[in-house]
């Protein structure tokens, strides 16, 4: 059963069409780049899943259930704006974490704490917006989720930055879970993707494996990208 | 999850209420002394400060009441409808938990108001005998209690309008819950349209209240009155309560949708 799938998934926003007529399924153990250019509706189709949006029409759905407090509780989330109460500590957001996820492991968040040095005991409104970021990224990749989903996690942080990123997810999520990455920084994320889904104007324009976009066409998924979205 | 909800929402809001009760009744412990010293004809200067204390004292009674509503409007509005909604909305519970926990721990940190403000007013106004007086009505009281044929009937009137106190609270809350996640529904001015969705609820349930009332009237001119006192007490609860649980009713229901079916976090 896939772990995410929408059928002909269509929102509106008033009379301004956000995603039309999407259709895509998921596989477990999948690493997917949702990838497109800005307001091209990939944020819009996370918060569908998310439930934090209520599709115009059609369906999404999260290992066969619309999304409800169970989907949720095997989803991990990290959204593109900093969603923690600014004025709990590191250490307090492991303890809430812990208590409303199940599958939360805090001795793992607590291991990368200390490897990037960010201090339990500093609150999240005393860290710089990067670090901030970092925080959010371990307390979503500390849980042993069925799915990740990342909305531009390495958009606006640095180049360094991104490569660590990166490897917490390749290095933290369980193989057998999906992670979905929302970037249009194709480039940084090529490499660990195992395919792609290209979103235009809220429409899905190409559903392929990386491997098979790379054979089949004679580009790298950036370079696919590039001419996609030329503008 | 309802209790892990609950113990999440009294730390968030109690770091921001708690600190507000320290200096309600320490304010109030310096106007008790202000109030004996006022007229011992003291230094003009001294005599300001005597009455800024006092003034203090009046203001943060008010002033008490005042942020523990804003507190609970602004923890709703940060915790749900701004950044950290993408937190609370996509944990692992029912909207009712959420919706549930705001409205218990408002509730709980209302009461505690009252009862921090009622201390405060005793501790201004402390004197010995003032409160060996007080003592001697509550024993009154109690006497007239107990030497009352009817004890069941007075504890019922205390239950009922205990209850209505309890049921009043909880539809003010999602009343002004409801009105600020139609506001939040909007991509812009977001409380304007709160406010403004306040103002024609406010009006609607104004005119349905008032025509009711009259349809009633027409009906039985002695809809609130009876015979007995008891029975006239149980005839305008009955009405008060109804329609209050009938408002609830419709201010939960409207919130639940707006934050199921409108949610539009920015």
């Known amino acids: 059963m896939p772990i995410l799938e929408a059928k002909s998934l269509t929102k509106r926003y008033g009379s301004n069409p956000a995603l039309t007529n999407v259709s895509f399924a998921i596989e477990p153990g999948r690493i997917v780049g949702l990838l497109g250019p800005n307001g091209s509706g990939k944020t819009t189709l996370i918060k569908l899943a998310n439930g934090l949006l209520q599709p115009t029409s059609g369906e999404i759905l999260i290992g066969g259930m619309s999304p409800c407090a169970k989907t949720k509780s095997i989803v991990s989330y990290l959204p593109e704006r900093i969603n923690v109460p600014l004025w ?16 939360f492991e805090p001795n793992r968040a607590q291991d990368m704490l200390r490897n990037l040095g960010i201090g339990e005991k500093m609150r999240i409104k005393e860290m ?37 990123i990166l490897a917490t997810i390749i290095n933290n999520y369980d193989p057998s879970a999906s992670v979905v990455i929302s970037t249009h920084l194709i480039a940084d994320v090529e490499n660990v993707l195992d395919d792609a889904l290209f979103i235009s104007r809220g429409e899905i324009v190409l559903y392929d494996s990386v491997d098979h976009i790379r054979e089949s066409r004679g580009m790298s998924v950036d370079g696919l990208f590039r001419e996609v979205f030329r503008c | 999850m309802l209790g892990k909800l609950l113990k999440h929402e009294f730390r968030a809001t109690g770091r921001l209420i708690l600190p507000m009760y320290a200096v309600v009744l320490l304010v109030s412990l310096f106007a008790h002394f202000a109030f004996r010293m006022l007229d011992r004809g003291l230094p003009v200067f001294l005599g300001l400060l005597l009455y800024l204390i006092v003034a203090a004292f009046f203001i943060g009674l008010i002033g008490a009441f005042v ?23 996509t944990l692992p519970v029912s909207i009712h938990s959420i919706l549930w926990a705001k409205i218990i721990v408002s509730l709980v940190w209302s009461a505690a108001t009252v009862l921090i403000a009622a201390l405060s007013v005793v501790i201004a106004a402390f004197e010995v005998g003032w409160v060996v007086e007080a003592l001697k009505d509550l024993g009154y009281l109690f006497e007239l209690f107990f030497s009352y044929d009817d004890k069941a009937s007075v504890l019922g009137w205390m239950l009922s309008i205990a209850l209505y106190a309890v049921v009043s609270g909880i539809v003010g809350c999602l009343n002004i819950y409801s009105c600020m996640t139609i506001g939040y529904g909007f991509a812009r001015n977001k409380v304007l349209w709160s406010i403004v969705a306040y103002f024609i609820i406010s009006i ?44 609830g009713v419709i201010f939960y229901v409207l919130t639940w949708w707006n934050l199921r079916y409108r949610l539009n976090l920015e």
């Not at chain 1, 990342?150 to 991104?162: H, N, S």
């Not at chain 2, 509005?77 to 909305?89: A, F, I």
């Not at chain 2, 104004?206 to 009876?226: A, M, R």
């Open chain 2, 204 to 247: 609607i349930l104004g005119w349905i209240g008032g025509g009711s009332l009259q349809v009633l009237v027409s009906l039985n001119e002695n809809v609130f009155t009876s015979e007995t006192f008891n029975e006239s007490f149980y005839q305008n609860f009955t009405l008060l309560f109804g329609s209050q649980l009938l408002y």
């Open chain 1, 128 to 164: 710089s917006k990067g670090t901030r970021e970092k925080v959010q990224l371990i307390l979503a990749m500390s849980r042993r989720a069925k799915l990740y989903m990342l909305d531009e996690p390495i958009g606006g942080v640095d180049p360094a930055t991104r490569d660590y």
């Open chain 1, 88 to 103: 709990m500590s590191a250490e307090e957001l492991i303890k809430f974490y812990s208590d409303f996820y199940a599958d």
């Open chain 2, 67 to 89: 942020y523990t509503f804003v507190v609970m409007i602004v923890r709703f509005k940060r915790n749900v409808l701004s950044d950290e909604g993408y937190l609370t909305m």
